[in-house]
DNA sequence: CGATAAATTGAGTTTTGTCAATAAAGGTGG
DNA sequence: CCACCTTTATTGACAAAACTCAATTTATCG
């Protein structure tokens, strides 16, 4: 299966990049030579972000190739390395709740992929080729020295995770779901902060919250009514207080279950 | 208007920032109880990112307070620095090509925001309070010195660059938009690799392409086929060659303009 | 207190998804 | 190397979710 990932040879690999005693490797410089896939993007990554002699032998090792179909990650792995694609193509993408599947990114020659998530973090995307595919392999690890701590790595990352879930909401999700999920993040930023995640103010317009979730200002306006009409939170104007937790992430997640009527009882898997 | 950015005084800061040789305030050291809006995420995000003393007394001079309706950055502006949210709240944004606006995101007291854009660079996004806000800002310049020539953040904002115009596409653009950006955007990206812009394979199934514009398999197949019998592509399984780019700009880019009828003629607006 | 902006509600239209059937391509094994 | 089977792509008919247009009500701000 898995071609991709460093063998056993990890370990002394990351003694080199981490500065390690040995120095061999000086003729090995031409490493440009090795990477002309990488051209298009300004040059090998590996020598931009690790400006060390030793990256050269590094580098030649972290090379790697799959063939069609094959993961180089997949979501809920830990995560160690990033990847620069030297040839081929691959696809990034995550599996909505119920199993369907949402592309997030397609990935070319000099493209990077695998930074949405930082060292002893776990995958929140998986990475698939669409062809025989080659790719360079670094690890976190090197960037965390050059990044101080991983902190602004662990930023970014987290804004890239927000991101993506957004893409994830407004290509799979319905107008209920887009609202639902919509409040049900702003009621677990709230919690996070100290605050209350059932009730609280809106700070942001219809508008806005249309603009945000890509519907019509009226359809936010309508999707409202009828969650407060079943019951499922009370809403006037920008108060709002959601009286069924359960429910909401319900309809927030499952794309299929819709939630039309109010008569209609939906099942909570809760209580 | 804007309250927001630093001062005459950047230039002493900056110096202190970067190991100046001012070393007075070992007192400040408490920055945490200035800064407890931060602590939901972990604390000071200062001091996380820029472990130095002396950096208190640069957060106290960093900080700045936005009234409701305030832009904290345009787009198109040099950027030079990102934000933490303190207290209220911001919203994030692009426009369209036809004016219209597409909300990125909604920040909240902690979370980061403009790191959509790196050191001399421009930004790819605004920014607006929402209600009466407190911010803190911090130089890219400071996080380059850390990040090693800041190619680091250069990757990541690119990444997150990529994401935002995904989201456009998926908040804003109909069926006729979002294929006629995907390919856009691929042959863009083909040409900044040395191949050909107008002719290519697809490495892709059309259900991946559906799968990340949001449309079903048969939408994108109707799709491609009305293109080429209007003339703006020749389409074969995964073989594509673009005649018309101009035209297929035009579609990508304007939600209103539909493309309907293959004898309705669309202006272009090259030769 | 009036004027402007925001929010709600209704009716009708349209794009796109779903279901279904067919056609073509690619891969596998005899 | 060919036949078969599976996967991928195309095309049509119908249904439904969401948008647009329009009118009304309710806030918000000066």
Redesign the interface.
């Known amino acids: 299966m898995a071609t991709l990932g460093l063998s056993v040879h990890d370990k002394n690999l990351e003694q080199i990049l981490r500065g390690g005693a040995v120095m061999k490797i000086a003729q090995t410089i031409h490493i440009d030579r090795q990477c002309h896939a990488c051209d298009?993007r300004g040059g090998c990554?590996g020598i931009?972000?690790l400006?060390n002699p030793d990256i050269c032998e590094y580098l030649k090792q972290a090379k790697r190739i799959s063939r069609k179909g094959e993961h180089v990650f997949r979501e809920g792995e830990v995560a160690d390395a990033f990847f620069v694609v030297r040839s081929?193509?691959l696809?990034s993408?995550l599996v909505t709740e119920d199993g369907e599947?949402?592309?997030?990114?397609?990935y070319?020659?000099?493209d990077?992929i695998g930074?949405?998530s930082t060292e002893l973090q776990h995958r929140m995307s998986s990475a698939i080729t669409?062809?025989t595919t080659s790719l360079c392999r670094f690890l976190y690890i090197y960037?965390a020295d050059?990044?101080?701590?991983s902190?602004?790595?662990r930023?970014?990352?987290e804004?890239?995770q927000?991101?993506?879930n957004?893409?994830l909401l407004?290509?799979?999700k319905d107008a209920d779901g887009r609202i639902a999920s919509f409040l049900d993040d702003?009621a677990c930023?709230?919690r996070?902060?100290?605050y209350s995640a059932s009730a609280f103010l809106l700070?942001?317009s219809r508008q806005?919250i249309g603009?945000?979730?890509?519907l019509a200002v009226e359809t936010v306006s309508r999707t409202l009514t009828r969650f407060q009409e079943c019951g499922v939170l009370q809403v006037n104007r920008r108060e709002v207080e959601i009286l069924d937790h359960a429910t909401l992430r319900k309809i927030a997640g499952i794309r299929g279950d819709r939630f039309m009527e109010c008569d209609k009882d939906v099942e909570l898997d809760s209580a």
């Open positions: 298009p990554l931009q972000l400006d081929g193509s696809k993408y599947e949402q592309v997030l990114g397609f070319l020659p000099g990077v930074l949405d669409l062809e960037l050059k990044a101080q701590g902190n602004l790595l930023i970014t990352s804004q890239m927000r991101d993506h957004l893409v407004l290509a799979r702003l930023r709230y996070a902060r100290g700070s942001m806005d603009c945000y979730l890509g």
